[in-house]
């Protein structure tokens, strides 16, 4: 399933790129035979990721905290390939800590980074919709952590709920030129940092976590891809403000059990 808007020369913006999800719906998207500019703050991973994509892919470095160089970069990228038609904001960073032990540093890096960092982004590429009459898609990639609490996360969950607001503000605002605004929200999936964290805290704590997924299981990436290639796609084409769940239905609130036992 491609993007399939009408203007099919023109590109998706995809931060994080590097690595997680971001890395898996670019390579998924270039395997769909769209173009893609994968954005990333570590250029040397990102460079190594891609070596053997040539065509139909631009590679930029990006650090999503620093608003002036955002404003520099997609006016490169815009003059550089052209018409931008779809955005999906997968930076993040997901440190765990104590609330009583956050600093405001770290705060505010996370704030930066999952929040601030989207909002310019999005502010940016949605400015060149609207000045080139693109009735583009904005994907952003939020978390159950928005609304479902756990220890250790409060500047992620925070973070993730200011991205899930600001997806609806902008659904709304940006629907009379065209533009949709939609949001994943995953639960616990299997990225690099999912797996390092659970590393960190040990296989009881990841044990907690399957006790609480009806499923039972965490998700896969590829899992989350698909859903992100739908909603930039025309098949979405009424979906606007959507947060979309993927958590295998953690936030129930339900623990696994069997009736009887």
Sequence with gaps: MGVNHSDSGAWVL??????????????????KGERVVALDYDEEKLTKVYTNHKTSLVCRYLDVCDVDGIARSIEMIRGEVGTIKGLV??????PVTAFLDITVEEWDQVLNTNLRGAFVLSQAVAQLMVADKVKGSIVNV?????????????????SKAGLTQLTRDMALELA??????????????????????AKLQGTEEHA?????????????????????????????????????????????????YQLGN
């Design 142 to 158: 939020t978390s159950t952590s928005a609304t479902f609490c756990r220890p250790g996360v409060a500047h992620y969950g925070s």
């Design 208 to 256: 907690a976590k399957l006790a609480s997924i009806p499923t039972g299981r965490i998700g896969e990436v590829h899992e989350i891809t698909a859903l992100i290639e739908f909603l930039l796609s025309n098949q979405a084409s009424y979906c606007t403000g959507s947060i979309l769940l993927a958590d295998g239905g953690l936030t129930l609130g339900i623990p696994r």
């Design 89 to 94: 904001n997968c930076a993040g960073i997901y």
């Design 14 to 31: 995809v931060t994080g790129a590097a690595s997680g999800i971001g890395c898996d719906l670019t390579t998924s998207l270039l395997d």
């Design 176 to 197: 009379p030129y065209g533009i949709r605004v939609n949001a994943v929200a995953p639960g616990v999936i299997g990225t690099e940092t999912v797996v390092n964290v």
